[in-house]
T-cell receptor
Framework: QKEVEQNSGPLSVPEGAIASLNCTYSDRGSQSFFWYRQYSGKSPELIMSIYSNGDKEDGRFTAQLNKASQYVSLLIRDSQPSDSATYLCAVGGNNDMRFGAGTRLTVKP | NAGVTQTPKFQVLKTGQSMTLQCAQDMNHNSMYWYRQDPGMGLRLIYYSASEGTTDKGEVPNGYNVSRLNKREFSLRLESAAPSQTSVYFC??????????????FGAGTRLSVL
């Protein structure tokens, strides 16, 4: 069984702080890793994709991947109230995809 | 561009009724997917289609059938709806077969209630 685990939260951070979201996965053959943001009642939208070990930065977002530890994380710098949403970790293999249950993030003004 | 379009947006069914959820994409993607999302459980893959004419089971296929009508359209059918199929259904597409990067783009979802 291929599993993707996330802390369900809720995670609450003050505006301007760094939010750290974590995800572990069980399938060592996984090849691609994604973070999606989902606002309440809306569809998931892609924030970050990462395919190799290390860090990938895009604006206020940094994704970190460690395949040896089967761990992927998302850092959100200078968190804004508009970042309040559920963040879904997704792990892909050969044309399939497994999602974690999501971490709900609240950024307080 | 509309991206991924799903119809209907909302549906209420009685137990035992059948219905088809429609999905169309205009991004010329080869791969299409159907997911369901239940509270606290994230997205679970029902079926996917790597290319026109092919379909494969995902994590939770029981009670569903799919048709890849052409490259643009991928439909999901509930033959005899059950209350356990009450969920939000998302269709997605990706260019995985060409790029080997499974970046998926989602439709707005169909909220289905089975009474």
């Amino acid at each position: 069984q291929k599993e993707v685990e996330q802390n369900s939260g809720p995670l609450s951070v003050p505006e301007g702080a760094i939010a750290s979201l974590n995800c572990t996965y069980s399938d060592r053959g996984s090849q691609s890793f994604f973070w999606y943001r989902q606002y309440s009642g809306k569809s998931p939208e892609l924030i970050m994709s990462i395919y190799s070990n290390g860090d990938k930065e895009d604006g206020r977002f940094t994704a970190q991947l460690n395949k040896a530890s089967q761990y992927v994380s998302l850092l959100i710098r200078d968190s804004q109230p508009s970042d309040s949403a559920t963040y879904l970790c997704a792990v892909g293999g050969n044309n399939d995809m497994r999602f974690g249950a999501g971490t709900r993030l609240t950024v307080k003004p | 561009n509309a991206g991924v379009t799903q119809t209907p947006k909302f549906q209420v069914l009685k137990t035992g009724q059948s219905m088809t959820l429609q999905c169309a994409q205009d991004m010329n993607h080869n791969s299409m997917y159907w997911y369901r999302q239940d509270p606290g459980m994230g997205l679970r893959l029902i079926y996917y289609s790597a290319s026109e004419g092919t379909t494969d089971k995902g994590e939770v296929p029981n009670g569903y059938n799919v048709s890849r009508l052409n490259k643009r359209e991928f439909s999901l059918r509930l033959e005899s709806a059950a209350p356990s199929q009450t969920s939000v259904y998302f269709c997605a597409s990706s260019d995985f077969s060409r790029t080997a990067k499974n970046i998926q783009y989602f439709g707005a979802g169909t909220r289905l209630s089975v009474l």
